[in-house]
C-alpha cells in the first residue's frame, strides 16, 4: 500500500505535500537566481503562477513514481522543496532546493537524510540517481553526506534558467 500523502519527520524538519497555501512562499524563496541557475528545469524569473503550477502538478503525480515534498521547518515555516521523480527513461532522481536566507544550517542535508530513510523503509525503494551541475560543490556536499558516490559520469543537462547545457557529475544512492 503507498501512501499518497506521506509525512517524514526530522529533528528540526517536517516534509510533507505541498498545499496551495505553500504557493506564495515557494514563489517569494525562488524568485532567486542563485537557486533557480543551479536546478535543471526551475524558470527564471519565477513567478506565482509558477508557484501554482507547480504545487497543481504535486497533487496529480502518481504516488509509484513520484513524490514531492515542501520542507517545513519548525521555526521557519516553508525553507524549501525536496522531491523524487521517475523520468520517462532512467532511474529515480533526486532533488532539492533550499531558500537562501536558510543555506549554512545542514537543513538539505537533513532533508535529504530523512527522504532517504523513507525512501528505503517505506516506499521501498533500491536506487536513488541525483547529479549537481559542476559549479555547485555545495549540492555535492549534500549529496555525499547522505550516502551518494560518484559515478565519474559528467552528463550535460540543461538548465532553464541558464539557457544552456551544463556539465552536471552524476551521482547514485543504493538502499
Ligand atoms: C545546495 C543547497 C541545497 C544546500 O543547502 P544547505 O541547507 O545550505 O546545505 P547544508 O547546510 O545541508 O550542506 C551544505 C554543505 O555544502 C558545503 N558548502 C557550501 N558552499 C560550498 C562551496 N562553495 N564549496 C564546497 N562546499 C560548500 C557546506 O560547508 C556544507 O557541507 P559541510 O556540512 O560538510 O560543511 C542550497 O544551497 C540550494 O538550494 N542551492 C540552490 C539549488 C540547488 O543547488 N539545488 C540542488 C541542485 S543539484
Avoid at 19 to 37: E, M, V
Avoid at 53 to 58: P, S
Avoid at 86 to 107: A, D, F, K, N, S
Wanted: proline residues 8%; positive net charge.
Amino acid at each position: 500500500m503507498i501512501e499518497k500523502a506521506p509525512i517524514i519527520q526530522t529533528p528540526r524538519l517536517r516534509l510533507r505535500t505541498p498545499g496551495g497555501q505553500d504557493a506564495p512562499r515557494i514563489a517569494a524563496l525562488c524568485d532567486d537566481y542563485a537557486i533557480a541557475k543551479m536546478t535543471t528545469r526551475m524558470p527564471w524569473p519565477y513567478s506565482q503562477g509558477d508557484a501554482d503550477g507547480f504545487v497543481a502538478r504535486c497533487q496529480v503525480q502518481d504516488p509509484r513514481k513520484d513524490a514531492t515534498f515542501v520542507i517545513d521547518h519548525e521555526d521557519e515555516g516553508v525553507v524549501g522543496v525536496l522531491g523524487f521523480f521517475t523520468p520517462p527513461v532512467g532511474h529515480l532522481e533526486v532533488g532539492y532546493w533550499i531558500g537562501r536566507p536558510y543555506w549554512g544550517r545542514g537543513l538539505a542535508t537533513e532533508a535529504a537524510h530523512g527522504a532517504l530513510a523513507w525512501a528505503r523503509q517505506d516506499w521501498r525503494k533500491k536506487l536513488v540517481v541525483a547529479g549537481h551541475f559542476a559549479d555547485n560543490p555545495a549540492s555535492g556536499q549534500v549529496l555525499i553526506k547522505t550516502g551518494f558516490l560518484y559515478t565519474g559520469v559528467v552528463e550535460h543537462k540543461p538548465s532553464t534558467a541558464r539557457g544552456e547545457p551544463v556539465p552536471t557529475r552524476m551521482m547514485v544512492w543504493l538502499a
